[in-house]
């Protein structure tokens, strides 16, 4: 298998300039570079820069793909939007990372598979997984929580260790967010169990009473200056901010009304995904079975429909078998030794394996210097 390596970079929040794009042309010259990307792939040689440093200075959001098995992902956000606190909660081995610089919050998914990949090169692109960071943006932790569950996957946590704070919505993901995890190699069974200690989006999606509510509440001064942000700066990122923020303090507000969520183990989720393994390849079993079961009825129905027509010309068939090995041609005897399978099925069925065995004899001596046939009727068990 040859060797390929697939590089993208993005800008989000703002383009790059020409300056910017200069200095990125300087590593390549076969590299499709525009005001919001860099994209390269290699089949020999490999990529000159830091993936790292360009995130810090150039872009919002990194894609790496190689076939030998590893898949890379980050994304970079403004620290008001993602605090790094948050992040680190659930960067908790070396699979996912997070970081900050310049006031960005980098957080890094590294997905290893050394025993090859069955991510196709024409996968190999941003478009599915972006989505992710605007996510990420609006507070919604789903992507966090299955960097966590890769960290458990690749046994890099303890099993005592508690999961961090469990978001809403994992047993509803995004387009984005099923992309990311296929892309992370997350366990199906794994996931599942996660999900079954997740709310619904529906439990927790504020409603518009809820959100005047919260707004009527904000101090005087602060509209004004997010009114301020919103017409003179127009700031793209005002809304997510927004958003945040009254998630924030929804759930600020009810952890001070309710009992906190029982929290599980490592252990517990790694036996628990273990468990749901074992009864979904036994319900699989199960059914794969009784597919079985039906194909083997509905064949012998078949069968049995096709000898009750053998039956009512089988002196036609003798003759059609005959017919067939006169012709003297060996392709043709693959069609008479079939037919003479059948012929013998009709008589097994019908007690009559004295006279097959009888007309079949006397075929076998009328043709016995034809080794070709011979052979094959041997090789038939007739």
Same mark, same amino acid.
């Given at each position: 298998? =040859?060797?390929? +390596? ?8 703002? @383009?790059? !300039? ?51 098995? !590893? ?6 956000? @403004? ?11 659930? #960067?908790?081995?070396? =699979? ?11 957080? =890094? ?39 966590? $569950?890769? #960290? ?12 961090? @704070? ?18 992370? %190699?997350? *366990? ?14 529906? *439990?927790? %999606? ?18 004004? &200056? ?5 017409? /003179? *700066?127009?700031?793209?990122? $005002? ?9 924030? *303090?929804?759930?600020?507000? /009810? ?8 929290? %599980?183990?490592?252990?517990? $989720? ?33 069968? &049995? ?23 003297? +041609?060996?392709?043709?005897?693959? +069609? ?47």
């Amino acid at each position: 298998m =040859s060797e390929y +390596q697939y590089y993208e970079f993005q800008a989000i929040d703002r @383009p790059l !300039t020409d300056k910017e794009m200069g200095e990125l042309r300087s590593y390549s010259t076969r590299a499709r570079i525009t005001p919001t990307s860099f994209v390269n792939d290699y089949s020999w040689g490999n990529f000159k820069g830091n993936a790292d440093a360009w995130m810090d200075r150039y872009f919002d959001a990194f894609l790496y793909f190689a076939n030998w098995g !590893t898949h890379v992902l980050k994304v970079r956000l @403004p620290g008001r939007l993602l605090d790094l606190n948050t992040a680190e909660e659930y #960067c908790a081995g070396e =699979s996912t990372l997070a970081r900050q610089k310049g006031g960005k919050v980098i957080v =890094s998914f590294d997905a290893e598979d050394e025993g090859g990949d069955e991510w196709a090169e024409d996968e190999a692109n941003l478009a599915s997984l972006i989505p992710v960071r605007a996510e990420l943006a609006r507070g919604d932790l789903r992507a966090l929580y299955l960097g966590w $569950l890769l #960290c458990m996957q690749n046994r890099e946590i303890d099993e005592q260790e508690l999961e961090p @704070p469990i978001p809403p919505g994992l047993g509803q993901l995004s387009a984005s967010l099923e992309s990311l995890a296929r892309f992370l %190699r997350i *366990d199906d069974d794994l996931l599942h169990v996660a999900a079954q200690a997740s709310p619904t989006m529906e *439990d927790v %999606r504020p409603s518009p009473e809820e959100v005047r509510t919260w707004a009527a509440k904000l101090p005087a001064a602060e509209k004004n &200056r997010i009114i301020a942000r919103l017409v /003179a *700066d127009e700031d793209p990122a $005002l809304g997510m901010e927004l958003h945040k923020r009254f998630l924030e *303090d929804k759930s600020t507000a /009810a952890g001070r009304s309710r009992i906190p969520l029982h929290r %599980r183990t490592v252990g517990e $989720l790694l036996e628990a995904a273990e468990v749901c393994t074992q009864e979904r390849r036994q319900i699989e079993a199960k059914r794969q079975a009784e597919a079985q079961v039906r194909r083997e009825q509905e064949a012998a129905i078949a069968r &049995r429909k096709y000898l009750d027509g053998l039956a009512v010309r089988e002196s036609e068939v003798w003759a059609e078998v005959k017919g067939l090995i006169a012709t003297t +041609q060996p392709t043709r005897y693959n +069609q008479a030794v079939q037919l003479l399978m059948d012929l013998r099925d009709l008589a097994q069925r019908d007690g009559k394996d004295r006279d097959f065995g009888l007309k079949l004899q006397v075929l076998r001596e009328a043709h016995c210097r034809k080794p070709t046939l011979i052979e094959r009727l041997r090789k038939a068990g007739l």
